[in-house]
């Protein structure tokens, strides 16, 4: 994917206009925002040079701000001595996605996916290295694991968790999940980082998550995830059954029908471009 070209003087602008509205206006303050922009828009991790370049402020100017951002978690030095988006920004972006009311938003659609396919239909975002329950629709039957809105699990044995972080570079996912000690929740769950890379990158390919007693004896699910205006993974969607009710292969089924189109529509709505574009 091309990089996106960002116009440089995108502050000086904004602080032209603000100089005009109001004398409050803290130029450092756009700056810093301008820099995580920047450091968004590359599909890599970047360098200072990168930076300068996107950005036409000095080394200096730039160096100082980001060894500001990395001190306070707002950027993070890779192994290479380069940089991509910290994890205090993880706690600002679900507050952002909680404050556009991103429940509210789809749960329409999960509704819809209830109303096909009458399984518990779960919509979850990821902190840290587990994901969060935002909203659920719970089936009649029952079902192992049940949770409620605020529940936590983890990421490394769940369809949600495969989908969340198949937004993220594998070195992203590595370092995120460090310090996660891989517990045999289910007989298939992922014993290793490289065990749930190669799950996390065969949701990449498909387009959906699957988990086939990962997380539990008998529980069975597909995820996939939903992206923003950035084409960055916000969100995801699960559809999630025991085994006894739904094979694998039922589930891949209502991955591609069902699942998969409502996704689509939802990320739309938070205005992701369109796939290939």
Known sequence: MSEIKQSPPATRRAAERASNADTYFVNTAARTIDLLKAVAEFDRPVSLGDLVSRLGWTKPAVYRLVRTLDSIGALRQTDSSQYVLGPVLLTLSGAALRATRL????????????????????????????????????????????????????????????????????????????????????????????????????????????????????????????????????????????AARASVEELRKQAVSVLIPTTSAVSEALGAPAPGA
């Open 103 to 242: 429940p509210d938003l789809c749960r329409p659609y999960l509704q819809s996916i209830y109303d096909t396919v009458h399984e518990t239909i779960v919509l979850t975002i990821l902190d840290g290295d587990e994901i969060v329950y935002l909203d659920r629709i719970e089936a009649s039957h029952v079902l192992v694991p049940r949770g409620t809105i605020g529940a936590r699990l983890p990421a490394y044995c769940s369809a949600s968790g495969y989908a969340l972080l198949s937004g993220m570079s594998d070195d992203e996912i590595r370092h995120r999940l460090r310090h996660r000690k891989f517990e045999p929740l289910g007989p298939h769950t992922a014993r290793s980082i490289d065990d749930l890379l190669e799950r996390v990158e065969q949701t990449r390919r498909r387009g959906y998550a699957l988990n086939d007693e990962d997380l539990a004896v008998g529980h069975r699910s597909v995820a996939a995830p939903l992206r923003d205006h950035s084409g960055g993974v916000v969100a995801a969607i699960s559809i999630s059954t025991a």
